[in-house]
């Protein structure tokens, strides 16, 4: 493969390179200086040299395994088991294929490991250096004839110039960064050189098979990354702008002789170029006009165009132009500033890399009237047109396809310069100076940038999840053991993919949906492990071995029997969890791991149940509040809400994932914390029996008033055109009814009005422990009356699922209806599910009488009221609880005459 662009794929060396012309007489001497044992031994060491800068110390830097890498393992592990093999993956904000069916090849191959999945990238990165100079050695056949003169030059310059080049991309930052790690980006510079390298032969030959070749990598590139969809426009631009010139210029050599060949002649190759394309690409072309919110999902997410984003403020021209300053500065001042791209606030060249690129810009637009050079910069400014359009900017991923073109511009300015000081030194010489020098001066910059200052970068490891993916690699080596040892884990290690990932056979976990069996006596010697810093306040989950030898994994609480947070103690070392340490054998680890003394553990439990189901099959279980109220100490301060949430059919992902809106509603404003569902965990990474908590946190304002506020919940997805469209909640019959749950109330402030009750005759009535009627009172009713008042006192016990209503019947000895009366309790305004634990409220009711109603007080004792509550939507009545009774009844029985005044 080294000797490729050099021996197999070259066969026209007429012309000129980049303007420097070649007469005809060299074109054999110039095919045996492309067979000297030196220039294969350079391009075989420059080609070793990227490898080696690529592989070197690859299963430690990067550290960890970052959330969007550790995503496409699990669509690949999913491709290896035929769970999935989709055309495009829908998840992450959607993906092209091909990567991650690399991928899946290289895991196959090699394990599961982030090492495995990055090698891809390795081998396309490499790959990628010699295909750059079969795309300049073809620029070289590209020379009207009326410009080849009977000047002779040296038969080692071409090859010294493509070897510029391969050295440039080889030593890159930015290349050689892309190339280690896991993202799908960097087929792109692979797959389009290609493209490109049949475009310029096709347009030069004419050849039919040539234009073929070039539609199928150039439809084979929109399986590579987003940025693709623009190498077209490339293609596109590049036939236009020589339509124009072909006004004036008339005809054009051809490669083997100085025969004409017209616009006219290469349109039927044209033709069949775009039809390639279109064919090739079909299947993603049908999938995006079947679903086009997944064409642009992403596009909208990160589009400078998008009306309001308070990270990039301004109008769409001002962002432009911020962007445009900006990205010219990348390439000499400030790059990208994602530690996970780049050393933040590197250029994207070094010193001598950046004097090559701006030489090789300025000679190519004096001479931009010429087909390679027009094209060579047409590609590098459209390919660059992703970061320009879109917040971030510089983003060394957006612009990844920009790379074969930039390489290109180096070897153009090292030609100039060479070419400018042939007057004083030998060209061929000052080439191959030049050539040492980008090793050694570029290569050294690298190295010295990547390994020496980036690998030490204070928040690296946070900046690839380092902590989840070495729990995983430790998680996977204790269960390989013959060790017994039940294994505690946080559930930021539990619940990521890259435990998915290392782990699969892992079964779900789930909290408890009631207060029952609450204890776990956890085993001595439980081995736990917990990352730096770790939130306190996270479950717990305990991975156990049954008898059959198959996982179980119970989630806890992280408050012990004793009150005390485990978690917290870990981190702090207090006993008797002291003899912590670090990940063994590792002195970059980044977790605690230890053994836990006799302990007694809480099992996690559902607070509040409230099972509701959308209608994409995701249910919610229930919630969980810290308090019952909020004080006015905690202006200013942040109230957590946990939801619990699974999904009906884990067999089946949606093709775009919805979000979830939770909202806090207090009476002046609304407070929202929307986003994807289950804390970052995917729906489609969700087992059978999982129950995911997912977290959202409401920041108060500064000043709080006394108030009773609730919370808004519900799914929704984004259309591409920003529309926002909610999923509907289905009932018990199936049908849609509502498309937000309004749950959880809170007093703020002390904000619940008092309700005085001290009049009313008092009871003791509970319903299913959540409402406590607690008082009545009945006005006698007068002669001729046709209905009676009753004044009835409730108190919440607990939060309610939902509106209750009330039912009162006035009954005859007979046990028959004679009067009746049904009301939604609380009232619009305040319903059942709006009440907070401890609140009283009164409610009237005025009861039909019948027509021959006695209010004598003898006939009054014939007459009962019958009270109970019930779902207005399924009909269920709650279970009177309080006084408790065998029959277990939905309702109370009271005589009238025990409640007159």
């Keep these: 493969m080294a000797f490729l662009p050099m021996y197999g794929m070259l066969h026209c060396m007429r012309g000129e390179y980049m303007g420097l012309p070649l007469s005809n007489d060299t074109e054999h001497s110039t095919r045996q200086a492309l067979s000297t044992s030196s220039h294969r031994l350079t391009l075989l060491a420059v080609i070793l040299l990227a490898f080696f800068l690529r592989i070197w110390n690859l299963d430690r830097l990067p550290p960890g395994l970052y959330y969007d890498e550790a995503y496409n393992a699990i669509d690949a592990q999913q491709v290896i088991d035929g769970i999935a093999r989709p055309i495009f993956f829908p998840g992450n904000n959607g993906r092209e294929p091909l990567f991650i069916y690399l991928q899946s090849l290289a895991v196959t191959l090699f394990g599961a490991s982030a090492y495995s999945l990055r090698s891809v990238s390795v081998f396309a990165g ?94 084979a ?46 349109l039927p190759g044209a033709v069949l170029m775009v039809a390639s394309t279109v064919l090739v690409s079909a299947p993603l072309l049908l999938i995006f006009w079947q679903q086009p919110e997944l064409l642009a999902a992403r596009i909208s997410d990160v589009s400078i165009f998008v009306a309001e984003n308070p990270a990039t403020p301004g109008t769409p021209m001002e962002r432009l132009v911020d962007n445009f300053g900006k990205l010219a500065g990348a390439f000499f001042i400030n790059g990208d500033l994602n530690p996970r791209h780049n050393l933040p606030d590197r250029p994207l060249n070094d010193v001598l890399l950046a004097i090559l690129f701006a030489t090789g810009v300025i000679t190519s637009l004096a001479r931009m009237r010429r087909p390679a050079h027009h094209l060579v910069l047409l590609w590098f400014v459209v390919m660059l047109l992703p970061s320009l359009f ?61 390994f020496g200052q980036w690998a030490r970068l204070p928040r690296l490891a946070d900046a690839f999840d380092a902590d989840q993916y070495e729990a995983a690699q430790l998680v996977r080596s204790l ?76 989630q806890l609480s992280p408050i012990d029997a004793e009150g005390e947070s485990i978690i917290a103690n870990i981190l702090a070392g207090k006993s008797p969890f002291g003899k912590r340490h670090t990940q063994p054998d590792r002195q970059d680890a980044h977790l605690y791991v230890g053994e836990l003394p006799e302990i007694t553990l809480v099992l996690d439990w559902i607070q509040y149940p409230l099972p509701t189901q959308f209608i994409n099959g995701v249910e919610l279980v229930g919630y969980a509040l810290p308090i019952d109220a909020v004080p006015c100490a905690m202006a200013g301060e942040t109230f957590p809400l946990t939801l619990y949430l699974r999904k009906a059919d884990v067999e089946t992902s949606d093709d775009a994932e919805a979000l979830l809106f939770a909202h806090l509603m207090l009476s002046e404003m609304q407070i929202q914390d929307n986003g994807p569902l289950g804390n970052g965990y995917p729906m489609t990474m969700w087992r059978p029996n999982d129950i995911v908590d997912d977290s959202r946190s409401f920041d108060l304002p500064e000043t709080l008033t006394s108030d009773k506020a609730y919370f808004e919940t519900g799914l929704f997805w984004l259309a591409p055109n920003g529309s926002i469209q909610r999923a509907g909640i289905v009932d018990g019959d199936g049908n849609t009814a509502g498309d937000q749950v309004t749950f959880g109330p809170i007093a703020i402030c002390d904000g619940v009005p008092e309700v005085s009750i001290d009049e009313l005759t008092p009871l003791d009535a509970r319903f299913e422990e959540r409402i406590e009627l607690v008082g009545i009172q009945l006005v006698p009713p007068q002669t001729g009356a046709t209905e009676v008042s009753i004044e009835l006192g409730w108190r919440a016990v607990d939060r309610s699922p939902t509106a209750y209503t009330t039912f009162v019947h006035l009954l005859d000895a007979q046990n028959n209806i004679v009067g009746q009366f049904d009301f939604p309790l609380g009232g619009e305004d305040n319903p059942t599910n709006l009440w907070v634990p401890g609140e009283q409220i009164r409610s009237s009711v005025t009861l039909p009488l019948p027509r021959d109603f006695d209010p004598d007080p003898s006939a009054l004792a014939g007459y009962r009221l019958r009270i109970g509550l019930y779902e207005p939507v399924s009909g269920r009545q709650l279970v009177v609880t309080t006084p408790q009774r065998a029959d277990a009844l939905s309702f109370i029985i009271l005589n009238i005459t025990e409640f007159l005044p």
């Design 221 to 266: 590139s929109q399986y590579t990354y987003i940025s693709a969809r623009l190498l077209p426009m490339v293609i596109g631009g590049f036939v236009l702008i020589e339509l124009i010139l072909s006004l004036r210029r008339k005809t054009m050599a051809s490669e083997d002789s100085h025969a004409p060949i017209t616009t006219a002649q290469r």
């Design 390 to 450: 879109s917040m971030q900017s510089p983003h060394w991923l957006r612009m990844v396809g920009a790379l074969p073109p930039l390489a290109i511009l180096y070897a153009t300015g090292a030609q100039a310069i060479a070419t400018f000081l042939s007057r004083w030194f030998k060209l061929s010489h000052l080439l191959i100076l030049v050539l040492v020098a980008v090793i050694v001066i570029s290569g050294g910059s690298t190295t010295y940038s990547y």
């Design 479 to 554: 269960l390989a053991d013959k060790s017994e040892a039940p294994i505690l884990l946080t559930r930021r290690l539990y619940r990521s993919l890259q435990m998915r990932f290392l782990n699969s056979d892992l079964p779900g976990a789930r909290p408890q949906i009631t207060g029952a069996d609450k204890w776990l006596s956890g085993a001595a010697g439980t081995r736990y492990i917990i990352e730096y810093d770790a939130d306190t306040t996270q479950p717990l989950f305990l991975i156990t071995k049954e008898t059959d030898g198959t996982l179980a994994v119970t």
């Design 126 to 219: 490499v790959l990628t250096v010699p295909v750059v100079v079969v795309v300049l050695l073809r620029l070289l056949c590209w020379v009207p004839p009326t410009e080849v003169t009977e000047r002779s030059k040296s038969k080692a310059l071409i090859v010294q110039a493509a070897l510029i080049a391969a050295a440039a991309i080889s030593v890159s930052y930015w290349h050689m960064s892309l190339s280690r790690l896991g993202f799908r980006a960097i087929l792109l510079p692979l797959i389009s050189a290609f493209a490109v390298y049949f475009f310029v032969k096709a347009w030069q030959t004419n050849r039919w098979s040539d234009f073929m070749w070039a539609g199928v990598w150039l439809g």
